[in-house]
């Protein structure tokens, strides 16, 4: 079984980032993870945070999940089995004390994955957070907690129509890379989660936020309307 590391390679991470203390970014981040999450969703943001932690004092990242057993990503390929997994840090019932929760996506259609469990817990959790972010397809589990219940959201435009079903209350926004609402953050499919963490940390630290990406050498999108993707998969506008 081969199990990918979520820790990023620091070699002159430390050096370029330095030790100055940022204050306003949240220090106790934990990742939701359940069977069959998309790596990327969780993986992308992490990866970023990773560098963001360098400098922040105190900052810690965790994964939490059902139980302690390692976690399944999503797979394509069945014959294959999965190729990343993921260790908890916590379980939902330790219920971590946690200043923001980033939630996953799913494969997005035809998800049969009971997560009665875990939307208990986010429905729970929520008050307690000062940030609620989800990434493509985890919109889904954010709206049937609750927790988007009349307010502006965005998720995977692939799996739009299946998704948006889930939160009859919430006021979809079907061209968008992310939206915030409040304390509540939503991206677009997939990769667009990176810029959303991007755009998150950018707001509260821009030379930290851009550090880490050339570190990672990656080129975010910045603009929050750019959506090419609901035309590509013919979003109702």
């Given at each position: 079984m081969k199990i990918l590391s979520l820790v990023t390679l620091v070699c002159s991470a430390t050096a370029v980032l330095g030790t100055r203390p940022t204050k306003t970014i949240p220090l106790k981040w934990g990742i939701l993870a359940f069977p069959g999450f998309v790596g990327l969703d969780a993986y992308g943001p992490l990866e970023i945070l990773n560098l963001v932690a360098f400098s922040t004092p105190n900052m810690t990242l965790s994964i939490v999940a059902e139980t302690m057993d390692f976690v399944p990503a999503h797979i394509t390929n069945p014959t294959s089995g999965a190729l990343t997994w993921v260790k908890p840090t916590y379980t939902i019932d330790q219920n971590p004390s946690l200043d923001v929760l980033l939630i996953p996506g799913d494969p997005g259609i035809g998800v049969t994955y009971d997560y009665t469990k875990i939307i208990a817990y986010v429905k729970r959790t929520y008050p307690k957070l000062k940030y609620i972010?989800?990434?493509?397809?985890?919109?889904?589990?954010l709206a049937r907690a609750g927790v988007l219940d009349k307010k502006r959201a965005t998720t995977n435009k692939w799996?739009?129509?299946e998704i948006v079903a889930s939160g009859p209350k919430v006021k979809w926004v079907p061209c968008a890379r992310w939206v915030v609402d409040g304390n509540i953050w939503t991206s677009s499919g997939v990769t667009a989660g990176m810029d959303m963490i991007n755009a998150f940390v950018s707001k509260l630290n821009s030379t930290i936020a851009e550090t880490s990406v050339n570190i990672i050498e990656y080129e975010p999108h910045t603009d929050p309307s750019w959506d090419p993707f609901c035309k590509i998969w013919n979003v109702p506008t």
């Open positions: 972010m989800s990434t493509c397809t985890g919109a889904r589990i799996a739009w129509t």
